[in-house]
């Protein structure tokens, strides 16, 4: 079973710029989860969605951040315009169902450092 | 809300040594427990989990953990580490209708 596949591995901007991370799920799994994880930190979950709807986005920083899951299957996370703080690790994840009961499958992350 | 504590930031051990480490959760109700671990250069990955029953669960590569409900604790232990073992540790919990949250990790070094 192919596992979560992120792109890029590594990126490196400049502040005000703008980027774009992408994942595709575990064939099958109806939810996806962003998590940005900053250096000496555990992940820390910035928006989840079940298909292609959002089901919770209350610490994703609406101002700079935006995702999004067309067809229910990819999804794209852009940073617009990015500040010195965003260098963190993006990891993606995804599960089959939002239950009690579930395991979420991580990928590689793309490592961002902003300049 | 739910918040997760590691009570180690950095643990360096010798081969052969037993390792413990420590999570507690702050949550009242009823939870879900996962280890996660993150070999260099590897993505995250289960280690072991606990729903329900045997508050004693059993993981890969010969980790066990051990759910104390009054201590609101979920420690990782294993009793002979070796150098592949070398990796950081992450505790999570799980609340129905919440978020799953991390600890902040535990990276554990095993000199050979």
């Known amino acids: 079973e192919a596992g979560v596949a992120q792109s890029p591995r590594y990126k490196i901007i400049e502040k005000r710029q703008s980027v774009a991370f992408w994942c595709n799920p575990i064939?099958?799994?109806?939810?996806l989860y962003w998590y940005q994880q900053i250096l000496g930190q555990g992940p820390k979950l910035l928006i989840q969605?079940?298909?292609?709807?959002?089901?919770?986005d209350s610490q994703l920083p609406k101002d700079r951040f935006s995702a999004e899951r067309l067809k229910g299957v990819d999804s794209t996370l852009k940073i617009q315009p990015a500040k010195l703080e965003d260098s963190a690790v993006y990891l993606c994840?995804?599960?089959?169902?939002?239950?009690?009961?579930?395991?979420?499958?991580f990928g590689p992350g793309t490592r961002l450092t902003v300049l | 809300a739910q918040s997760v504590s590691q009570h180690n930031h950095h643990v360096i051990l010798s081969e052969a040594a037993s390792l413990e480490l420590g999570c507690n959760y702050s949550?009242?109700?009823?939870?879900?427990l996962f280890w996660y671990v993150q070999y260099p250069g590897q993505h995250l990955q289960l280690l072991l989990k606990?729903?329900?029953?045997?508050?004693l669960v059993k993981g890969i590569k010969g980790f066990e953990a051990e759910f104390i409900k009054s201590k609101f604790s979920f420690n990782l232990r294993k009793p002979s580490v070796q150098w592949s073992d070398t990796a950081e540790y992450f505790c999570?919990?799980?609340?129905?209708?919440?978020?799953?949250?991390f600890g902040g990790g535990t990276r554990v070094l095993v000199k050979p």
């Open positions: 994840a995804s599960s089959s169902v939002d239950g009690f009961l579930e395991e979420q499958f």
């Open positions: 064939s099958g799994h109806a939810t």
């Open positions: 969605f079940q298909n292609n709807g959002v089901v919770d």
């Open positions: 949550y009242g109700g009823t939870v879900n």
């Open positions: 606990y729903f329900s029953g045997d508050p």
């Open positions: 999570a919990v799980k609340a129905a209708g919440n978020k799953l949250t």
